[in-house]
């Protein structure tokens, strides 16, 4: 450095001094910043030309940070520097320099403010963004939960839910308490439970929709048709018997007839 810049040299010599109270060394802040120490000893001796402008001040953040110096005081005390260098500040302007030194503060906290401006306006942006999101999702589900409960309020239909549905399996249970009348019990296990009750002449003796832990009970004579949406959703009882099936998975249709020598057919449907 020149004879003229050493009123600059307190600069670096401050930093030189804290690093040192702080017991680091130069090859310590290498490990920590990965910056060559070339550059360490060109910031410490204020060298800046020797160092690429454009890693000017991230070499100083750094330097700053692995030391736990305040890394805005390093980077105004640079600016300081570097303005009053290109001033070619003497003794003699020392009155415009302390003007001059006002208005670099000025400017700097104008910086700052227009940075914390800029922060803002992205914690606001993304506020509204998360905001937006959230609002999204709850009208859509909304939307959702009101057609699944719109279409779960829907009692079954005999022609159109079970009469042309196609069987895949058909199952016998035996049941040696059947008579001519029987009490027929459901228990459901969920909300929504949908079923739907026929007599021989397919005339409708009950549908329903029941919800978590209601029971429908009721007593039927002769033969009649079952038509169950889910039948794992449900325990059913014919004269206090559950009746248990091999696959209780999906659609059903039960077939009481105490008639028939098979009284209890199950027709597991799609």
Known sequence: ?????KIEK????????FRRQK?????DIVKKTKINIKYINFIESGDFKKIPKIYIKLFLKSYAKSIDYDEKEILLS???????VKNKITDSRIP???ENKNSIKTENETARNQAYLIDVKKIIFFIFSISFIILCWLIFASIFNN???SYLSQKLEWKKDFKNSNTFEI??????????????????????????????????EATKILKKNEIYKNNFEGKIEIGFEN????????????????????????????????????KHIQ
């Open 171 to 204: 199952e016998y249970i035996e049941n040696k308490n059947i008579k001519k009348n029987n009490e027929i019990q459901i228990s459901s296990i969920k909300d929504y439970i949908r079923f739907i009750i026929i007599d021989s002449n397919e005339k409708i």
């Open 1 to 5: 450095m020149e004879e003229k810049d």
């Open 78 to 84: 640079y600016n300081d520097y570097i303005y009053k």
């Open 10 to 17: 307190y600069f670096f010599h401050d930093l030189i001094d």
């Open 96 to 98: 415009k320099y302390i």
């Open 231 to 266: 039948y794992n959703e449900l325990v059913l009882n014919i004269n206090n018997q559950i009746i248990n099936l091999k696959n209780n998975i999906g659609k059903k249709i039960l077939i009481l007839d105490p008639n028939n020598l098979k009284p209890i057919t199950i």
């Open 147 to 149: 057609q699944q409960e």
């Open 23 to 27: 017991g680091i060394s130069k090859n």
